[in-house]
């Protein structure tokens, strides 16, 4: 067994070709670079063509049993219903929640005039029809991503799309995963094309998508900050209306310790956590719809004429501007909102809807009316709508009810802030954190150790700082606005680019959901001083760690990228005479997907022995969802072909977990062995160049047009084809019994000599911090401790 150590080689110099601050200039001289390089690496067209069916992600992809995943759209009735039930303890709990807080955080001077108290649950009907109905229902979660949701499936979107992504390990085969391509209407449409271009050709665009899909995530990794402590704390409340001792400290450090407790049992997963509680949200559901619909019945039913939307108007003409700053209260009607479109990937498009129309909206629609139906005839006890309206005998079960709902919201959504960490991952926009599958059940059920005590901390200390949901809910409504907003705003680029929709459609969209998003986003913006600062503060932190590790990650691609070792140099160091072969195979991981790295030719100059099987792995991912395990491994085998040396990129989608239940070293010589084995029932091999291809077909047609001849020398092409698969077969066997050792490239980045003042402070000090505290690649990918071998070396950007 080989220990863990480490070589310190020579500092990799940048030869006057340091990496400059970003500018239009430098993307178009990578962009150049990258078509170069992928050139230099790939054949030419034409030759392209003949070996594609020689890939090994050809030869996999035809053992798929469909060409592409679907959007899970279908299903029987049954399976809806039972999904439709699943989703109410995971997608539901915070928009379910919402009464308990909405109408004390819209009225907290009380209420002036009784027609006030219409006019606001006109507002709040309508924003959960339009917003939440509407929209989200009906028109977002259209635009899944092969079932997946969320800002991150919109960007996939997009970038699949048009060229508008800045990931720099790109490869021409990747189109072919099978989840990669897009059903698109045939009809063209010149907006589209028009559209299209002019992202491609901005590069201001291209960062200002990426910075606008990083912002989205960032405010919703703050609602699994918020949602707890706003739905705890409001749940809590309600106990000192029976026990007056109970004072409001006393609350918080109540609130205090339910919230650990939460984030306590998170390691033990989704699954187990949110969808057993199921039963308690329909219960909840059930509860406030009938007690709604009682206290409607009962106190004052004039109130329906809420749904006449010119109480809307007579509000704002007899409250003007506190009528605008209260909506910054009844858009906390719709929070979690979001949640139904990021946790679409565990359900179906149909089964959301289902939820919502049967069960969701009547049920919160009827709660709302049936507070404002009490507090027409109490307008005193606005500042306590929820728990007073509630008749005597069902207060405690109420209450009971309340905190295990709340509870449930909370943890939807922080397990919602884990997945999008997640996904964050997949751009190189978040350093490396353990990421644990917490389900064999359901898919996508992660847990994140480090993230969810930062969390805790976090939410210990808004309840603590707070203590009030009045102030929470003006952070929380920031929030909750600007992820539509976003939303919005890469919905409205589908519709014009891959959807086509009728332009009168989009300009309707635009001018009525867009117009009513802006006016709430106006409103949240004017309590900035009044705990609205804290999401943007959260966003603001979370988005510069993102962007800091994404452009030192480009940077240093890059740099691999114009420095990898060619064929002839990799011919070069491998016929060196005073080269060592021994036994095992080696397995050397690398970023780069174009090519030998340069750390490599480090390695040899100062270890002259190379392994009898040598895999360079490159750990990627794509802007796809999920990649099939079928398609997940792309082999290339490095000339010259006895030497046993491969290129393999392991390509993993967003939601995807690196971490499978089978060691990932057993994994990826099995699927070696496979692409082997199909290997050499092919002519020509993948690794061959055109010209080799070209002499071989000659030959071909020259032997076979006798057809005794052809029979014959088919026969011996077979027999040498087996023969020469069973051979390299057996080395990779022998090598892999005789040890695996990892290969880890230790890479140290500092900003090259004569760097300004902001690129030495991003690279030596954010990023290097960044680097410090952080799990590192073999903690990441379980890597053997004891068979693991780290190269040393130093890159000047």
């Known amino acids: 067994m080989v220990g863990t150590s480490t070589i310190d080689l020579d500092v990799i110099e940048d030869s006057g070709n340091n990496f400059q601050e970003e500018s239009t200039d430098d993307d178009h001289h990578r962009q150049k670079q990258q078509r170069q390089h992928d050139e230099e690496d790939a054949p030419s067209e034409a030759v392209r063509r003949k070996l594609r069916r020689h890939d090994s992600l050809d030869i996999e992809s035809a053992k798929l049993p469909t060409s592409r995943v679907t959007s899970k759209q279908g299903g029987s009735w049954w399976v809806i219903m039972q999904l439709a039930f699943q989703s109410l303890g995971v997608v539901y709990g915070d928009i379910g929640t919402s009464p308990l807080y909405v109408l004390a955080s819209t009225f907290p001077d009380g209420i002036n005039h009784r027609d006030d108290l219409i006019g606001i649950l006109s507002i709040i009907l309508y924003t959960i029809t339009l917003l939440t109905l509407l929209k989200y229902v009906f028109i977002v979660l259209q635009a899944n991503d092969n079932g997946d949701g969320g800002t991150f499936a919109l960007y996939s979107l997009i970038c699949r799309y048009a060229k508008v992504g800045l990931i720099p390990s790109v490869q021409a085969e990747d189109r072919e995963v099978s989840n990669y391509e897009l059903e698109l209407p045939n009809n063209k449409l010149r907006r589209a094309t028009t559209l299209k271009s002019m992202l491609e ?23 699994g900050i918020l949602t707890p402590c706003i739905s705890v704390l409001s749940a809590v409340n309600g106990i000192k209306y029976a026990a007056s001792s109970i004072t409001e400290g006393k609350i918080v450090w109540i609130s205090v310790a339910i919230l650990v407790f939460l984030f306590s049992i998170q390691r033990f997963g989704t699954d187990k956590v949110g969808y057993s509680f199921a039963p308690i949200i329909l219960v909840w559901f059930m509860m406030i719809g009938c007690i709604g619909l009682y206290n409607f019945i009962k106190f004052d039913p004039i109130v329906i004429k809420a749904l006449n939307p010119q109480y809307i108007i007579e509000y704002f003409k007899r409250n003007k501007k506190q009528a605008w700053i209260s909506l910054g209260g009844t858009i906390l009607s719709i929070t979690g909102t979001e949640a139904m479109f990021a946790d679409l990937g565990h359900f179906s498009v149909r089964s959301i809807q289902v939820s919502m129309c049967i069960v969701t909206y009547p049920a919160i629609v009827l709660a709302y009316i049936g507070q404002a139906s009490y507090l027409h005839q109490h307008l005193d006890d606005v500042s306590d709508a929820f728990y007073k309206s509630i008749p005597g005998p069902l207060y405690w079960p109420m209450f009971v009810v309340a905190v295990l709902a709340s509870i449930i919201a909370s943890q939807a959504m922080i397990s919602g802030a884990f997945s999008i960490i997640q996904q964050s991952l997949s751009l190189g926009c978040f350093p490396r954190v353990k990421i644990v599958h917490t389900s064999t059940k359901y898919e996508g059920q992660v847990y994140i150790p480090e993230v969810n005590y930062l969390l805790m901390l976090a939410c210990v200390g808004v309840t603590v700082g707070f203590k009030t949901t009045v102030k929470i809910g003006n952070a929380y409504g920031i929030a909750v606005v600007f992820v539509m907003a976003l939303t919005s705003w890469f919905l409205v680029l589908i519709m014009t680019m891959i959807w086509k929709t009728n332009i009168i459609l989009i300009m309707a969209y635009v001018l009525v959901i867009c117009s009513i998003e802006l006016v709430y986003l106006s409103s949240v913006l004017y309590k900035f001083d009044q705990g609205g600062y804290l999401p943007l503060a959260f966003a603001l932190f979370l988005v510069a760690i993102m962007y800091i590790w994404n452009d030192v990650y480009r940077k ?95 390509r993993y989608g967003y939601t995807d977990v690196q971490n499978e239940k089978q060691p990932f070293e057993i994994l990826l010589v099995e699927r070696l062995k496979e692409f082997v084995r199909d290997k050499a029932l092919m002519l020509p091999r993948a690794g061959d160049d055109g010209d080799n291809i070209g002499k071989n077909e000659e030959l071909d047609d020259r032997l076979f047009n006798d057809d005794n001849v052809k029979e014959l020398v088919t026969q011996s092409k077979d027999e040498k084809r087996q023969q020469m698969s069973s051979k390299e077969i057996f080395e990779v066997e022998n090598a892999s019994k005789a040890g695996i050792i990892h290969l880890i490239g230790e890479s140290e980045v500092i900003a090259s000599k004569g760097a300004r003042m902001g690129k030495r402070i991003v690279i030596n000090y954010a990023y290097n911090f960044l680097k410090r505290n952080i799990r590192q690649t073999e903690k990441v990918f379980d890597i053997p401790h004891k068979r693991m071998l780290k190269v040393g070396v130093t890159y000047e950007l």
């Open 201 to 223: 050709n901005s590069p201001f665009a291209k960062y200002f998508l990426l910075f606008v899909t990083l912002l989205g995530t960032s405010m919703v990794i703050g609602d």
């Open 556 to 650: 240093k691609y890059y740099y691999e990228l114009n420095h990898k070792i060619s064929r002839e140099k990799l011919k070069e160091l491998v016929a060196n005479t005073s080269l060592c072969r021994m036994p095992g195979l080696a397995i050397f991981y690398s970023e780069l997907v174009h090519g030998i790295p340069p750390i490599f030719k480090h390695y040899m100059e100062n270890v002259p022995a190379l392994h009898s099987v040598l895999v360079f792995v490159s750990i990627k991912s794509l802007p796809v969802s999920k990649v099939p395990m079928e398609e997940r491994f792309f082999f290339r085998q490095l000339d010259p072909s006895n030497l046993n040396m491969f290129r393999c990129v392991v």
